[in-house]
């Protein structure tokens, strides 16, 4: 039997107060080109990306080089670190 798992961690990627849900794809009954991370706001989905493997954790970043300081998730990946931004 296989198990599905989820990271889940809320992120203000607006910079305006307002927190957006973000999901990743930890265990998955379909193969590993299924696993996605997902941004929602309120119950809308805004955002899909696609991982090739498993996501482990999660955090978001400020790129102090730009302005606004707009957030950055980094997901950590197999041996790999994914950066994702302008959503």
Do not use: H, W
């Not at 809320?10 to 379909?30: E, K």
């Not at 606004?68 to 980094?74: K, M, S, T």
């Amino acid at each position: 039997m296989q198990s599905i798992g989820q990271l889940m961690c809320l992120y203000d990627l607006s910079n305006s107060g307002d927190y957006n849900l973000i999901i990743a794809d930890v265990f998955s009954q379909q193969k590993v080109k299924a696993r996605k991370i997902k941004v929602f706001k309120g119950t809308n989905q805004v955002s899909e990306m696609q991982v090739d493997d498993k996501p482990v954790a999660m955090v978001t970043i400020f790129d102090t080089l730009t302005k606004p300081n707009l957030p950055v998730i980094a997901v950590a990946v197999g041996r790999s670190i994914v950066y994702f931004k302008d959503f």
